[in-house]
C-alpha cells in the first residue's frame, strides 16, 4: 500500500505556499499519495486569477475579492515582503539560480495528479464560488478531510 501525506494549507504566504508545494510535488516523486487541503487564506493559492467575479456575491463579498491576492503569483511573502520589493527581491534572486516560481510547482503538482481540496465553510465564509478556483478543487467538509488526514502516514499544518 502506498505512503500518503496530508497537508493543510491555511496560509495565504507566497514563501509558505512555496515550501508546501515542493514537499507535495517531492512526495509525488516518491510514489507518496498528496492531498492538500486549502483552508481560509490558503485558498488564495488556487484562485484562478482568470475567473474572478462579483456576481451573486454581497458588497462585503465584493469589497474583500478586490483587497485579495487574485492567484498565486499575487501572494505576499511571510516575512520581509515590504509591500511587495521584497518579493522582487526573492523572485530576482530565485530568477538568478534558475529556480522555478510558485505556479510552476501548482502545475507541477497538478500534472503529478496532487488531489486538491478546498474547505467548504472557508469558501462559503470568504465569498468564493467554485468556479473562481482550479478545476482540481473538490470542495470538501471539515470532517471529510479529517477522514484524509486520519488515514494518511504524515500530516503537515502550513
Not at 493543510?8 to 492538500?36: C, H, P, Q
Amino acid at each position: 500500500m502506498p505512503k500518503k501525506m496530508n497537508l493543510l494549507m491555511f496560509s495565504g504566504d507566497y514563501d509558505k505556499a512555496m515550501a508546501a508545494l515542493i514537499l507535495a510535488n517531492t512526495a509525488r516523486e516518491m510514489d507518496v499519495d498528496v492531498t492538500i487541503f486549502f483552508g481560509f487564506w490558503g485558498l488564495f493559492l488556487v484562485r484562478d486569477p482568470d475567473k474572478t467575479s462579483d456576481e451573486e456575491k454581497t458588497t462585503y463579498e465584493k469589497m474583500f475579492g478586490m483587497m485579495t491576492p487574485k492567484g498565486p503569483e499575487d501572494l505576499p511573502l511571510s516575512k520581509m515582503n515590504f509591500a511587495g520589493v521584497g518579493k522582487e527581491m526573492l523572485l530576482e534572486m530565485m530568477k538568478d539560480d534558475d529556480a522555478p516560481r510558485l505556479i510552476d510547482f501548482l502545475n507541477g503538482a497538478r500534472k503529478k495528479g496532487v488531489k486538491f481540496y478546498g474547505c467548504k465553510l472557508s469558501v462559503d465564509i470568504m465569498g468564493f464560488k467554485p468556479d473562481e478556483l482550479l478545476p482540481e478543487i473538490e470542495i470538501i467538509t471539515s470532517k471529510e478531510y479529517l477522514e484524509d488526514a486520519i488515514n494518511s502516514d504524515m500530516q503537515l499544518f502550513i
